[in-house]
């Protein structure tokens, strides 16, 4: 399974507004776009099914933006990954494969499932916040 830049940049967004959570400030796709370097015009193409999932809603005026229908810790990658990407699966077809490579298709699909189920939006912002931090700083 190959994520694409949908899933990618989808994290990002929402990535992105999970760390404003709270502040109940509508965060722009602009503002993301220009901090992320990223084409605000794709951007706006991940919105509709983000919403059209609940995931996000869009606060329309002059100082209008996006927030998060629910609490970052609620919200998992797996579930931005998979109104983006579809079906999480590392092969199609398969109930089509002998046994052995069934099997081993299976736990490939499980395990990466588990980690994209169990990492919530606040596991994320928390560590891109940490990485930031860790990131030494040279003065001559």
């Given at each position: ?10 994290l ?55 927030l998060l ?9 797996g579930?931005?990954?998979r109104?983006l ?14 046994p ?11 395990a ?15 560590f ?13």
């Amino acid at each position: 399974m190959k994520i694409s830049t949908k899933g990618r940049y989808g994290l990002t967004i929402m990535i992105a507004l999970a760390k404003s959570y709270g502040d109940n400030t509508p965060l722009s796709l602009k503002a993301i776009a220009r901090e992320h370097d990223l084409s605000e015009h794709y951007l706006e193409q991940l919105i509709p099914p983000l919403r059209n999932a609940r995931l996000v809603k869009s606060v329309r005026g002059a100082h209008g933006g996006y927030l998060l229908t629910k609490m970052p810790e609620e919200i998992t990658a797996g579930d931005i990954i998979r109104v983006l990407e579809g079906p999480i699966s590392p092969v199609e077809g398969i109930e089509d494969e002998e046994p052995a490579k069934k099997e081993l298709w299976m736990r490939i699909r499980d395990a990466v499932k588990e980690v994209l189920d169990t990492t919530t939006l606040d596991d994320l912002a928390k560590f891109e916040e940490n990485d930031r931090q860790d990131g030494y700083m040279f003065y001559i």
